[in-house]
């Protein structure tokens, strides 16, 4: 892992809390999440830097906290934009057009699975299950679910979040 210092570096409150936290805990990895968790609010993004400081506040190998943060895909990577757009793409999802709303998604922002469109205002990713089988389409923007998606609500959201608005949820009841 390289190590990078831009603007990653915690606050040493927030390493205090997270030693504090994971004295909580029978093992340190019982902390690793929620600290995980602490540390991406506070820098936007998980990278080995971060890694290694949250490993030391930890008392746990760096690698080990970099499995798991390559394990849990929502983990925001700094190469992500600032929209991370999730298409659930389940067998439910599916069934009711998720594939269909995804490759929308790819044609209007120009990007396929994985990537960030060049003004670094969206990344595009599927999604294993966001939980909403019952209101597929679905995808989740950060972390905002929008439900019984059509091609007209997914216009609505990309334009509010292209103007800096929070888009209106689109929950389906």
């Known amino acids: 892992m ?7 570096t915690l606050r040493p409150e927030t390493l ?27 820098v936007g993004f ?7 400081q949250v490993a030391g506040a930890i008392g746990m190998p760096p ?3 970099w499995g798991m943060v390559s394990f849990y895909t929502t983990f925001r990577k700094e190469t992500d934009g600032k929209n991370v757009v999730w298409v659930c793409a389940t067998l439910p999802c599916a ?11 790819s044609k209007k922002l120009g990007v396929n699975k994985d990537e960030t469109t060049p003004d670094n205002l969206f990344t595009l990713k599927k999604a294993e299950c ?3 089988c ?13 439900e019984g998606l059509t091609f007209e609500k997914i216009d609505e959201i990309l334009a509010d979040l292209k103007a800096g ?3 209106a949820r689109h929950v389906t009841q």
């Open 2 to 8: 390289s190590t990078t210092t831009t603007n990653t």
């Open 16 to 42: 205090k809390g997270i030693a504090a936290l994971t004295k909580r805990f029978p093992q340190p990895e019982g902390a690793l999440l929620t600290s995980l968790r602490i540390a991406e609010r506070e």
């Open 46 to 52: 998980i990278n080995a830097h971060v890694c290694e």
């Open 63 to 65: 690698a080990k906290v």
């Open 95 to 105: 069934l009711r057009g998720a594939e269909g709303v995804y490759d929308y998604l």
């Open 130 to 132: 966001l939980g909403s």
């Open 134 to 146: 019952g209101t597929a389409p679905c995808m989740q923007v950060n972390d905002d679910y929008y």
């Open 165 to 167: 608005k929070s888009p």
